[in-house]
């Protein structure tokens, strides 16, 4: 049976952003497929996913993330800040 440890309920959502990897790196394009106030789920096409790294929103503030777990191009990030 599947039990739940998230702090916050998640919201589905379909919105793009990007991920920014370090300072004066470009930023890439993600898919955010769900979030909640402690943090999202993302799908990215690129394979190197730091331990910390900021996600941009199209709208909204940029978030520093803490990298939780990965399956292939889908991983959970942790909201720090």
Request: aromatic fraction near 10%; charged fraction near 20%.
């Given at each position: 049976m599947f039990v739940n440890r998230r702090k916050s309920e998640r919201r589905a959502c379909r919105s793009v952003a990007k991920i920014q990897i370090g300072t004066g790196s470009l930023p890439?394009?993600?898919?955010?497929?769900?979030?909640?106030?402690?943090?999202?789920?993302?799908?990215?096409?690129?394979?190197?996913?730091?331990?910390?790294?900021?996600?941009?929103?199209?709208?909204g503030r940029p978030r520093q993330c803490r990298l939780a777990w990965r399956i292939g191009h889908e991983f959970g990030a942790q909201f720090v800040d």
């Open positions: 890439r394009d993600c898919m955010i497929t769900d979030i909640s106030s402690g943090g999202v789920k993302v799908i990215a096409e690129y394979l190197e996913i730091p331990p910390e790294f900021t996600i941009l929103f199209s709208t």
